[in-house]
């Protein structure tokens, strides 16, 4: 039985790409890790559609497939009771805590911290201040295609930074935060490393004996700018307006990582680490634009659709909320008539009863003076609408990474299924699997 155990996850990480940075002299802390603690694969889902990030780690906080737990969309988890690991250990009598889990409801009931990913409703836990800051990385986060910060968004942010921003990151920090208009992916990098400050900090004042910290960056950056990386040996290139020539988003937000494995390492010298990635990327073989509404509200209002409420969720989807079912089909029926003027169209959308799951899936370059329509009917240029997120680069694989630093190397079995992670941590954690059946 461990004296505390961090899991961390590191969202859709490409450990092949992890090696090969490693090989030119980059990520130290990694390689040593590899080479002391090896590295398993874990698989999942067969289906590309289930091949989601919001499906494989509920998958890996409850040990349940996809057929089993059904989670199919990011947020979907607050409608469901399913145990998940934070609250099996509590049940154990461990003490726990979270910072951002992705697509995990908050039901502890006296959690040492719990911070929930910025694109599901449910509970949080540790203070006035965690709760502020979280509101603010959410608000930045939703709008980030925007790049809209509020002023309070933006006063909660620095007097966040003030509190949980680790002295020897502020050098970082400030890099950072003065690059990033001409590098925009330094502010998803910015956030996760006041992540795991925050995290840091977090576990530090609680003692908590089991902690899990997600980070979503790399998943970001690498649907946006793996071509760009230096591993990436396909035939596409990203364009210069899109980012400068000679520029590796994917090296700068692993090695962001690999200081923060050896910070974690170096604050809780005691504690054994996990790390987990649910899934990887690989290269995307065409050209494939991201857009996202501008004003979703304005948006629905501007097409004639009736809702009660609107939720931006990651990238290009948002939850539309209907009066009732009738209102609900109404609306359904105008998404699915929208489309660019050449026809094709924009949305893709899952009715839910009262509630629509939408993704804006319009695919290619969207000029100033493209219009859009409803039915046939002209509704407008479609481009004041969106703004632009981003090129894909990335796509999902189902198979995932995993590490211990409680095994060395030549123990390491060949592979596992992602079910087995709650397995291995309850058993790690001295957990009694039989008498928990």
């Not at 990011?74 to 609250?87: A, F, K, N, T, Y």
């Not at 002209?378 to 995993?402: D, R, T």
């Amino acid at each position: 039985m461990v004296q505390q155990l961090i899991f961390l996850e590191l969202n859709e990480v490409n450990f092949d790409f992890i090696r090969a940075y490693i090989a030119r002299g980059y990520l130290p802390r990694l390689a040593q890790l590899i080479e002391t603690h090896g590295v398993e694969h874990t698989t999942s889902e067969h289906q590309y559609e289930h091949l989601e990030p919001w499906i494989q780690w509920v998958t890996a906080h409850t040990g349940l497939t996809f057929a089993e737990h059904g989670v199919f969309r990011l947020g979907d988890i607050v409608s469901r009771d399913i145990p998940q690991i934070w609250e099996v250990l509590e049940d154990q009598g461990f003490t726990v805590g979270a910072i951002s889990p992705m697509n995990a409801k908050h039901r502890l009931r006296n959690p040492a911290f719990f911070v929930p990913d910025p694109w599901t409703k449910t509970g949080i836990s540790g203070g006035g201040a965690l709760q502020r800051l979280f509101d603010a990385l959410s608000q930045a986060i939703n709008d980030n295609a925007e790049s809209k910060i509020t002023p309070s968004s933006l006063f909660n942010l620095a007097i966040g930074a003030v509190i949980y921003a680790q002295p020897a990151n502020y050098a970082n920090y400030l890099t950072l935060a003065l690059t990033s208009r001409r590098a925009p992916w330094r502010k998803a990098i910015i956030l996760d490393l006041l992540l795991s400050d925050i995290f840091a900090r977090e576990v530090r004042r609680a003692k908590s004996q089991f902690s899990s910290l997600f980070l979503n960056a790399a998943a970001h950056i690498q649907h946006h700018y793996m071509f760009s990386a230096m591993p990436y040996d396909g035939p596409h290139r990203n364009p210069d307006w899109y980012i400068a020539r000679g520029a590796d988003p994917v090296l700068e937000v692993y090695r962001l990582y690999d200081e923060i494995v050896g910070q974690l390492q170096k604050a809780f010298p005691v504690a054994r680490l996990m790390i987990a990635t649910g899934l990887h990327q690989v290269p995307h073989e065409h050209a494939t634009f991201y857009w996202r509404l501008r004003d979703h509200a304005a948006f629905l209002h501007r097409v004639g659709i009736e809702f009660e409420e609107v939720e931006p969720r990651m990238s290009r989807d948002f939850l539309v909320k209907c009066s009732d079912e009738v209102k609900a089909r109404l609306a359904e029926v105008r998404l699915n008539q929208a489309a660019h003027e050449d026809g094709t169209p924009l949305f893709e959308v899952d009715n839910r009863g009262t509630e629509l799951f939408v993704m804006f899936t319009f695919p290619k370059e969207i000029q100033p003076n493209d219009q859009f329509t409803i039915a046939e009917s002209n509704c407008g240029g479609l481009f004041e609408q969106v703004s632009f997120v981003a090129l894909k680069n990335g796509e999902h694989n189902g198979i995932g990474y995993f590490l211990d630093t409680g095994v060395v190397a030549k123990e390491r079995e060949a592979g596992f299924p992602l079910t087995d992670i709650p397995r291995r941590i309850m058993t790690a954690m001295g957990v009694d699997l039989l008498e928990e059946a």
